[in-house]
């Protein structure tokens, strides 16, 4: 039987929170001289080495270091490294270009006018409590029915053909990416949805990089956080994927097991994503992370040109697993899969249900916290400290690096580095977030994160880190 169990009681906490309210939670109001450079280092690079990127792998088999002796080769003046970008990158197409910008129109009219069901976000530091439209997985479902259909009945282009614009598709994908940054500076100064979830942090440079607006939003529904992490990044994922693995039919003949366990691994986190749709409005993407060039050129460019260097990989350096290897991958994958979805839904289980609910079998052990937002108001939460929660505070994401490390093998074991690119991106990517919410959390919950601390001591993995 399911029972509410207690908080711990904690005097002190109680009259910290009520004699001083933590109103500093929330993104940066402002940045050091380091961070500035380390931003204006990802505003100038990210762009260039995702092409770096795309390069190797449609130049050099993948190949990271070949590349890069070539670049070298050709700086011995200015015009032979003019010459050799120029041979190398791919060019502008408006093909790619109605591809592309038709791509992100036809998300838009899904996602405004598709059926949905409707979501609620997480309470923002300046005590808004959003609506979103929440019918990603029927679109991904919608999507790709008529991706295939299209091909198969009209016979109008090959369900290669995201493949076979790649290289031109990013560069679309960079001008929208681009645009969006700026838009969404200037929206955030001059027009912001909510002003009082606003953050300026001194630097323009950081303000472009991180953004102002903490959920920009054109008319009551249509959310930029939402709609270009999920429709044009996640949607697009397993389209990119499964146009590679038609590619590969094309060129070979069939389709190597390698690519077939990709296209799983990949499809079940994507599918995972949609599937829980709403338990994702409360997650750090859209509760805590502004939306500035880091999501919106990120979203567009990053995370589809990125997240699945693995099936462009495979396309070029096809691979072959014996079937016991494949099983063994596949099980690493599931496992992972397995602490990631039950980890979250733990959190959400006892947060939706005021704690009474039972998690391994005992009732869940919490501690419940207050908060205050910049409204004055006073807010209750909970901070789990049972089940996967109470082993470390993010043992979610060793499900999610377990899931990473399967990605990677899915390309053979010849430790080449763009099948684990993903894998080392996704470490450093996730051990920073656990800081930065170290930090967001002590200052929203205080002593009560203090407390927490105490009880769940380790961040990620038990006697290690």
């Not at 929440?134 to 790709?144: E, F």
């Amino acid at each position: 039987m399911s029972i509410k169990k207690r908080s711990p009681k904690i005097p002190l906490i109680k009259k910290t929170v009520d004699s001083k309210p933590f109103t500093t939670w929330g993104r940066a109001h402002y940045v050091s001289l380091i961070t500035e450079l380390i931003t204006i280092s990802l505003l100038f690079l990210s762009p260039v080495w995702v092409g770096f990127l795309w390069m190797s792998c449609t130049h050099y088999q993948c190949s990271v270091v070949q590349p890069v002796v070539d670049l070298y080769g050709a700086s011995s003046s200015i015009n032979t490294f003019i010459a050799f970008i120029t041979e190398k990158l791919p060019p502008v197409t408006s093909t790619a270009n109605k591809i592309y910008f038709g791509w992100v129109a036809f998300q838009v009219i899904m996602y405004l006018y598709w059926p949905s069901k409707i979501g609620t976000g997480q309470q923002t530091p300046a005590g808004h409590v959003l609506k979103y439209r929440v019918n990603g997985l029927r679109v991904w479902i919608v999507t790709h029915i008529l991706f295939i259909a299209g091909s198969l009945i009209t016979g109008a282009y090959s369900m290669s053909i995201i493949q076979q614009n790649w290289g031109s598709l990013m560069i679309s994908a960079n001008i929208l990416g681009m645009l969006l940054t700026a838009f969404a500076y200037i929206k955030g100064n001059y027009f912001p949805t909510h002003p009082d979830d606003c953050k300026h942090s001194g630097s323009k440079l950081y303000d472009i990089f991180m953004g102002v607006e903490l959920n920009p939003r054109i008319g009551e529904w249509f959310d930029f956080k939402l709609f270009f992490n999920g429709r044009p990044g996640i949607v697009a994922w397993t389209l990119i994927n499964f146009s590679f693995a038609v590619a590969q039919y094309e060129q070979l003949g069939y389709v190597t097991n390698s690519m077939i366990l990709l296209n799983i691994l990949h499809a079940t986190y994507v599918l995972d994503f949609f599937y829980f749709e709403d338990w994702y409005l409360r997650t750090i993407d859209i509760a805590h992370d502004h939306f500035g060039f880091y999501l919106g050129w990120g979203d567009c460019v990053w995370l589809p040109y990125t997240y699945t260097l693995q099936s462009h990989y495979i396309y070029r350096n096809p691979v072959s697993l014996s079937w016991p290897m494949f099983v063994v991958i596949l099980s690493i994958g599931s496992v992972g899969y397995y602490i990631f979805r039950n980890a979250n839904n733990q959190k959400d289980l006892v947060r939706k249900h005021d704690g009474n609910v039972s998690i391994w079998g005992k009732p869940a052990r919490f501690i419940r916290t207050k908060y205050v937002t910049s409204d004055g108001e006073i807010h209750n939460s909970i901070l789990l400290t049972s089940g996967f929660w109470g082993i470390s505070r993010h043992f979610n994401y060793v499900g999610d690096l377990l899931m990473c490390f399967s990605f990677g093998a899915s390309c053979g074991l010849q430790f080449d580095v763009i099948p684990y690119y993903y894998l080392v991106y996704m470490t450093i990517l996730l051990v920073h977030r656990i800081y930065r919410d170290q930090a967001r959390c002590r200052a929203k919950y205080g002593v009560y994160w203090d407390e927490y601390c105490n009880q769940v001591p380790y961040k990620l993995i038990p006697y290690i880190f």
